[in-house]
């Protein structure tokens, strides 16, 4: 067994504690985290986390797909706008 | 607020020695450049009808109606070319198109005005909206595109109902001492 296999996904403490708070009182909030590093884990599926880019919390809302990941990943330091054009949103 | 115009493109300069010009796309798929024509310049003073003839780095090399030398073509150079927006398909429900979205004025449930959408991102975990001005006092919030935060959005009058979540308008940095590691 890999040493990353036993050592299981990292998790910063207070991600889950505010997790499972948030979870607990059912309320629709988004959880502001700073923590970039945290894995994403199947019991915040369903979560709206605010994950700090360095200057604002990026609302990440959690899906299955993204278990595993870190949360920096889906919070880009860096912000390019570009042009609308034919661009397309859909709204989940 | 629908724009009556959407910008799909620029014109880089001239390509080749036959009056084609090198074309800049802006669109999601870039090739849909052409399907939108006639493009018109941002004066709309001229008109193009747009045929790319191949692929080449960072763009397309296309003809354009009426262009038919390289000075013609160069003379170009910079122009950003611009479809009506009636050229753009229509969408199925709760599909928008970015430049649709952009510029409304978005209220809360209350009525109270949280300001103007100035961008749409997606950064992978769907879409945000980015608003300025109103609540947003300082630089720009941000609110997940999702049928519980925006329950309305009503193009015709050039607003959006949204129900931001707690905590969601307050913006800047986080107060001393409460910065975690990471």
């Given at each position: 067994m890999s040493r990353s296999v036993w050592k299981g996904p990292f998790v910063d403490a207070y991600v889950l504690r505010k997790a499972e708070k948030a979870r607990e009182g059912g309320r629709n909030e988004v959880i502001k985290i700073w923590s970039r590093r945290s894995?994403?884990?199947?019991?915040?599926?369903?979560l709206t986390f605010g994950v700090y880019n360095g200057q604002k919390h990026i609302p990440v809302l959690v899906t299955e797909e993204m278990i595993g990941q870190k949360f920096g990943e889906y919070s880009?330091?860096?912000t390019y706008y570009g042009h609308a054009a034919d661009k397309k949103a859909k709204r989940k | 607020m629908s724009a009556a115009r959407v910008c799909v493109g620029a014109i880089a300069g001239a390509f080749g020695v036959r009056g084609e010009v090198r074309l800049k796309s802006f669109c999601a798929e870039p090739a849909a450049?052409?399907?939108?024509?006639?493009?018109?310049?941002?004066?709309?003073a001229r008109r193009f009808e747009v045929t790319i003839t191949r692929q080449i780095p960072q763009g397309f090399a296309a003809r354009l109606s009426g262009v038919g030398t390289r000075e013609e073509a160069e003379a170009l150079r910079g122009q950003r070319l611009y479809a009506d927006r009636d050229r753009l398909p229509p969408l199925p429900e709760d599909e928008f198109y970015h430049a649709d979205l952009i510029g409304l004025e978005v209220i809360d449930t209350g009525g109270r005005p949280l300001g103007r959408v100035i961008a749409v991102h997606d950064h992978g975990a769907g879409d945000i909206l980015?608003?300025?001005?109103?609540?947003?006092?300082?630089?720009?919030?941000?609110?997940?595109f999702t049928r519980e935060v925006v329950p309305t959005v009503d193009l015709a009058r050039g607003r959006i109902v949204a129900d931001p979540p707690p905590?969601?308008?307050?913006t800047g940095p986080p107060p001393p001492g409460s910065r975690r590691a990471g």
């Open positions: 894995t994403i884990l199947p019991q915040f599926v369903g880009p330091t860096r | 450049i052409a399907g939108y024509g006639p493009l018109s310049t941002e004066d709309g980015e608003i300025a001005g109103g609540a947003a006092r300082r630089g720009s919030v941000l609110l997940p905590g969601s308008l307050d």
